[in-house]
């Protein structure tokens, strides 16, 4: 069964960084694209970096030149760089994969805290 693990959210100063992992294991299918998504209370889930497997990147707006999305396709894992962190980024950080078998299968990972706060 595919699962999706995140880690490495947690409580940080402004102006910090922190980088989260997301493993994808079990998976038999090419993965497409993987991406990072948040949710903070209140508010919709919403795309913040997205990584194809030939590892184009995409951001939101938001978090552009500060958080770096990058992939490593033999171990199935994608990280986000999270710098100068601030209060908007607290949030409930999900990890998506996409997967390719014929047609397009989404899985989501379980999200890992990030609080921003002093």
């Known amino acids: 069964q595919v699962q999706l693990v995140e880690s490495g959210g947690g409580l940080v100063q402004p102006g910090g960084s922190l980088r989260l992992s997301c493993v994808v294991s079990?998976?038999?299918?090419?993965?497409?694209?993987m991406g990072w998504y948040r949710q903070a209370p209140g508010k919709q889930r919403e795309a913040v970096a997205i990584i194809t497997s030939g590892g184009s990147p995409n951001y939101a707006d938001s978090v552009k030149g500060r958080f770096t999305i990058s992939r490593d396709n033999a171990k199935n894992t994608v990280y986000l760089q999270m710098n100068s962190l601030n209060s908007t980024d607290t949030a409930v950080y999900y990890c998506?994969?996409?997967?390719?078998?014929?047609?397009?299968?989404?899985?989501w990972g379980q999200g890992t805290q990030v609080t921003v706060s002093s």
């Open positions: 079990g998976v038999t299918a090419s993965i497409y694209a």
């Open positions: 998506k994969a996409t997967l390719w078998d014929g047609s397009a299968i989404i899985y």
